[in-house]
């Protein structure tokens, strides 16, 4: 599941570019937000890639969270002898940082 959010994360970065590149060719086209109907093929690729990007970061989102709680639960299975302590992951975000804290 963590390949799936890595493959979704640089779809994601891919496609958002992609979107921006094409949006500014579009506010070219169209300096007045008024585009004439052979500038609709520009609108289209840009929309097609937003949509792309957004699909991309929802899989990201979705491959993590399965990946990290598959990981978690994996760590929690007592694999020895009786313990009083689980084994916890805590996922731990901030603006601009994301990390895993864990204990065992």
């Known amino acids: 599941m963590l390949g799936l959010a890595a493959v979704g994360l640089v ?5 958002s570019v992609l979107a921006r590149d094409e949006k500014a060719d579009l506010d070219a086209a169209c300096p007045t937000k008024r585009c004439a109907p052979d500038d609709s093929p520009i609108a289209d690729a840009a929309n097609r890639c ?3 990007s957004t699909i991309g970061f929802v899989a990201a989102g979705l491959g993590a ?12 299975q007592a694999t020895g002898a009786a313990t009083t ?14 990390w895993l804290r864990e204990r065992f």
């Not at 969270?65 to 929690?76: F, H, K, N, Q, R």
């Not at 302590?85 to 994301?98: D, G, K």
């Open 11 to 15: 779809a994601g970065i891919t496609a």
């Open 50 to 52: 937003a949509t792309v």
């Open 65 to 76: 969270a399965v990946g990290i709680g598959v990981l978690a639960w994996l760590t929690s």
């Open 85 to 98: 302590e689980r084994a916890t992951i805590t996922l731990e975000l901030a603006p601009t940082s994301a």
